[in-house]
């Protein structure tokens, strides 16, 4: 069974510049959920995806924006890139929307705005 | 890798030692708790979980401990090896209208010294 594997792992983009981030999720999960690590901070909750719906949503603005396809698979869009959205952004899937199971993470994009 | 939590409150133990990590948690109905361990350059690894209406849980060499009256959580780390070395985040999950999202606390750093 495959975990979670995101890409790029690593990407350098300037300030005002798109950027757009991918999810496979573990297989057989159909609910994928991005967070956002700050150096030295835990992650934080951007939004959260459901059968191709966005399910709920963290304290971000709208250009903050995401995608899953049918296959479960998922997109993270940042548009205008700050500064401040230089993080790792990790992408979480789990088996349930109500999931006990915990959720996989993977290892995650470095995004660098300069 | 990148390192994670560069500032993060670091506790150090020997090599053999227990190690316990504590987190006080924000909402009194959260219902369902995660630790994790996050190793440098990598996402968050599921180490156990407990729901609200238990008080312990045990797996491997760690126990997770959950006291509601004071809202804190704890993870206990038996006969403590190297490879336990990361930064651990212990995550709470608010079934509040919408979102299941995860809200981690702020790391902490366990440094295993042979």
């Known amino acids: 069974e495959t975990g979670v594997t995101q890409s790029p792992t690593h990407l350098i983009k300037t300030r005002g510049q798109q950027v757009t981030l991918r999810c496979s999720s573990q297989?057989?999960?159909?609910?994928v959920s991005w967070y956002q690590q700050a150096l030295g901070q835990g992650p934080q909750f951007i939004f959260q995806?459901?059968?191709?719906?966005?399910?709920g949503r963290g304290n971000f603005p709208p250009r903050f924006s995401g995608l899953q396809f049918p296959n479960y698979s998922s997109e993270l869009n940042v548009n205008a890139l700050e500064l401040d959205d230089s993080a790792l952004y990790l992408c979480?899937?789990?088996?349930?929307?109500?999931?006990?199971?915990?959720?996989?993470f993977g290892s995650g994009t470095r995004l660098t705005v300069v | 890798g990148e390192s994670v939590g560069l500032h993060l409150p670091t506790l150090s133990v020997q090599e053999g030692d227990n190690s316990i990590i504590n987190c006080a948690y924000s909402?009194?109905?959260?219902?369902?708790f995660i630790w994790y361990k996050q190793e440098s350059g990598k996402g968050p690894q599921f180490i156990i979980d407990i729901r609200s209406n238990m008080d312990k849980r045990q797996g491997q060499r760690v126990t997770v401990l959950l006291n509601k009256t004071v809202k804190h959580l704890s993870l206990q780390i038996a006969a403590t090896q190297p490879g336990d070395s990361a930064v651990y985040f212990c995550a709470e999950r608010k079934l509040d209208t919408g979102r299941r999202a995860l809200t981690f606390g702020s790391g902490t750093r366990l440094q295993v010294q042979p």
């Open positions: 297989s057989g999960h159909n609910t």
């Open positions: 909402n009194s109905a959260s219902d369902y």
């Open positions: 995806y459901y059968r191709e719906e966005e399910n």
């Open positions: 979480a899937s789990s088996l349930l929307l109500d999931s006990t199971y915990g959720y996989t």
